[in-house]
């Protein structure tokens, strides 16, 4: 069950802020098989003042249109995260026309038995939905 919040300056529409969130969760679909419902996004608007970061940093020009994403979700490999984080900054491209240059991802890291939401099973062998089992996914049943 990722948990998604998405950082932006105030100004954009609700369709580009929409296009984002789906970037993401498409990405994760993707990297991580999770079924299409298991999606839980908090877009923050933010006045320009409220994010801030130097207009150069790692030696790169940033802009004003930078995002910041904080993931949340089980332990994953590190292969795995990378994976994501290509991905979405490729979708995120293509989708809104962001330069990656502004993209800045984080991951937060939580054990299984830190979530909780009624109705979802989980496989206590994995710490994941039952939904996200190999046979599951192997019988498409992911979404």
């Known amino acids: ?14 369709e580009y802020r929409k296009a984002v969130s789906e970037a993401v969760h498409d990405s ?7 079924p299409e419902d298991d999606f839980f996004h908090v877009v923050h608007d933010l006045e320009p003042g409220d994010m801030l970061h130097p207009p150069t940093f ?14 949340t979700f ?11 984080f290509e991905t979405v900054a490729d979708r995120l491209v293509a989708a809104v026309g ?15 038995e830190n979530w909780w939401v009624h109705g979802r099973i989980v496989d206590p ?4 939905d039952i939904r996200m089992s190999p046979e599951a996914m192997a019988a498409g049943q992911t979404g």
Do not use: W
């Not at 994760?28 to 999770?34: E, G």
């Not at 790692?58 to 993931?71: C, H, K, L, Q, W």
């Not at 089980?74 to 795995?80: C, E, K, S, T, V």
């Open 58 to 71: 790692f030696g790169i020009e940033r802009s004003a249109n930078t995002v910041i994403i904080r993931m």
């Open 98 to 112: 962001m330069r990656r240059e502004d993209i800045l991802m984080t991951v937060l890291e939580t054990a299984a």
């Open 125 to 128: 062998d994995t710490g994941f």
């Open 28 to 34: 994760m679909r993707q990297v991580f098989q999770i």
């Open 1 to 14: 069950m990722p948990f998604v919040e998405i950082y932006l300056r105030k100004g954009k529409t609700p």
């Open 74 to 84: 089980n332990r994953r490999p590190p292969a795995q995260k990378a994976a994501l």
